[in-house]
């Protein structure tokens, strides 16, 4: 019997590859980072990378001690065959916020897809804050994606994840080949949120109505410890934020079958994008702990 001591799956099995499998083209990288509470602030006490990752040290941003984690492919994006993994453990009450330079770039493939597995564990008390900058894949790129958290009781996760419609300065607006993404997350008390979709343009359906739209986001919020309160506060916080952006932005809040809640949005260009994430941003970082919205640097 083979035993992975991990507390994550390994990478891509039943995702495509079989356990052992390497596909014949691309790279296999893989980053693995966990990180530890040391009085006021966030540090990382162990890390491993493989390109094409490069590994790059948190930066401390403010106060708040939260790891602020740059997630660097110095390649520049991914190309067909590529298999990226990355796996984070947070230790009790540590607080990590997680973001890239720039976009993620998805190169054009006549074959192989591209993989990206993220697997977030999220420990008693801790605070993860995922806000990567866009996926974007070029014209005829095949991608797949899986984002996985788990927390722990008192744990919460603030997830963002957003994808392009293309390179849409160059006209490119839903002419990839395929594209998968699923993101789940699992609450101590075995709750989870799935959410999953498959865009295939060449098909009849294509991308539905989101043709008509250059971007498609989600934002969750995730967190045993919020009361139901605080929860319907900032949920009508949330709705006047996205009234507000009518017509550039098209979106809405709900609450899952979980304590937390979701926002689902559809964008016209990258400024609104942008503009609306950083209003969601501020007001749940501002009613949960009372934080400002940090000047992020990119490099």
Request: net charge neutral; aromatic share 8%; hydrophobic share 40%.
């Amino acid at each position: 019997m083979t035993v992975n001591p991990s507390p994550f799956p390994l990478p891509f099995e039943g995702r495509g590859l079989r356990r052992g499998e390497v596909s014949s083209v691309g790279r296999v990288g893989e980053l693995e980072l966990a990180y530890h509470r040391r009085g006021r602030h966030t540090v990382l006490l162990r890390s491993r990378s493989r390109s094409p990752w490069h590994l790059f040290p948190p930066i401390t941003l403010d106060e708040t001690g939260c790891a602020y984690t740059l997630l660097l492919n110095p390649s520049g994006g991914l190309v067909g065959g590529d298999r990226l993994s990355l796996r984070a453990t947070l230790g009790k009450d540590a607080h990590v916020l997680f973001s890239t330079p720039s976009a993620n770039r998805v190169y054009r493939s006549a074959s192989e897809t591209a993989e990206q597995s993220v697997d977030l564990a999220v420990g008693p008390g801790a605070i993860l804050e995922w806000l990567p900058e866009p996926t974007i894949p070029f014209a005829g790129s095949r991608f797949r994606q899986t984002i996985h958290v788990s927390l722990q009781p008192g744990a919460t996760a603030l997830l963002w994840d957003a994808i392009a419609s293309g390179r849409v300065a160059r006209g490119e607006r839903w002419v990839f080949t395929d594209l998968e993404n699923e993101i789940r997350i699992t609450t101590a008390a075995g709750e989870y949120l799935l959410d999953r979709y498959h865009v295939h343009p060449e098909k009849k359906t294509g991308a539905g109505l989101a043709c008509d739209w250059d971007y498609v986001a989600s934002l969750y919020l995730v967190s045993d410890t919020v009361d139901a309160e605080i929860r319907k506060r900032l949920e009508e916080k949330i709705a006047v934020i996205l009234d507000e952006c009518a017509g550039s932005v098209l979106a809405g809040v709900s609450k899952p079958a979980l304590p937390g809640l979701a926002v689902k949005l559809v964008a016209r260009s990258a400024p609104d994008l942008n503009g609306v994430l950083e209003s969601l941003w501020g007001a749940i970082r501002g009613q949960l702990w009372g934080f400002p919205v940090p000047a992020l640097r990119r490099y």
